[in-house]
T-cell receptor
Framework: KAGVTQTPRYLIKTRGQQVTLSCSPI?????VSWYQQTPGQGLQFLFE?????QRNKGNFPGRFSGRQFSNSRSEMNVSTLELGDSALYLC?????WGQGTGTDTQYFGPGTRLTVL | GIQVEQSPPDLILQEGANSTLRCNFS?????LQWFHQNPWGQLINLFY???GTKQNGRLSATTVATERYSLLYISSSQTTDSGVYFC?????????????FGGGTRVLVKP
């Protein structure tokens, strides 16, 4: 099976712009989660989508949003970019059948490295 | 929310040495995973281990859920083991899948 794919791999934007990142999960997986990694804050959970519905959300401002399509592919959008949004954005997929019981192993994509100038 | 602490933060090893990385968590968990982050940033799954012991080649892991800690053992280390190792947990109090990560242990294996 192909792994989790993320596009683009690298992105440079300027403050105030918006950006959309894409994640394609492993075939058959229905849960997609997004994480932000920065040197200062480490790895932090953004949100999770399961069957096109947001099932869980982290503590990020409303500028961060996402959605999931019927084929389980997910997009993440950041509006009005700030310098502090520069980070590695990681997407993880899991079967989702565990329904949050902890029985799902999560598999990560290679990430999108976003630089905001 | 649940807190996850990893120790040591940094580890320098000579090739061939053994090491133990520790992960402490503040509450009960229903999922615990260990990852290795490669130099390009990708998180590679090492173990899914909410309890018990597992082994995969030179790596093994043990989670003692009742005492809220997990250990990752690296034996006969190789330079390719260098990188950052993360422990991540899921709390049964959180809806859906939500991993909380520790701060990581940065490992450097010298030839």
């Amino acid at each position: 099976k192909a792994g989790v794919t993320q596009t683009p791999r690298y992105l440079i934007k300027t403050r105030g712009q918006q950006v959309t990142l894409s994640c394609s999960p492993i075939s058959g997986h229905r849960s997609v989660s997004w994480y932000q990694q920065t040197p200062g804050q480490g790895l932090q959970f953004l949100f999770e989508y399961f069957s096109e519905t947001q099932r869980n959300k982290g503590n990020f401002p409303g500028r961060f949003s996402g959605r999931q399509f019927s084929n389980s592919r997910s997009e993440m959008n950041v509006s009005t970019l700030e310098l502090g949004d520069s980070a590695l954005y990681l997407c993880a997929s899991s079967p989702g059948w565990g329904q949050g019981t902890g029985t799902d192993t999560q598999y990560f994509g290679p990430g999108t490295r976003l630089t905001v100038l | 929310g649940i807190q996850v602490e990893q120790s040591p933060p940094d580890l320098i090893l000579q090739e061939g040495a053994n090491s133990t990385l520790r992960c402490n968590f503040s509450d009960s968990v229903n999922n615990l995973q260990w990852f290795h982050q490669n130099p390009w940033g990708q998180l590679i799954n090492l173990f899914y281990i909410p309890s018990g012991t597992k082994q995969n080649g030179r790596l093994s892991a043990t989670t003692v859920a009742t005492e809220r800690y997990s250990l990752l053992y690296i034996s006969s280390s190789q330079t390719t083991d260098s990188g950052v190792y993360f422990c991540a947990v899921e709390s049964p109090k959180a809806a859906g899948n939500k991993l909380t990560f520790g701060g990581g242990t940065r490992v450097l294996v010298k030839p």
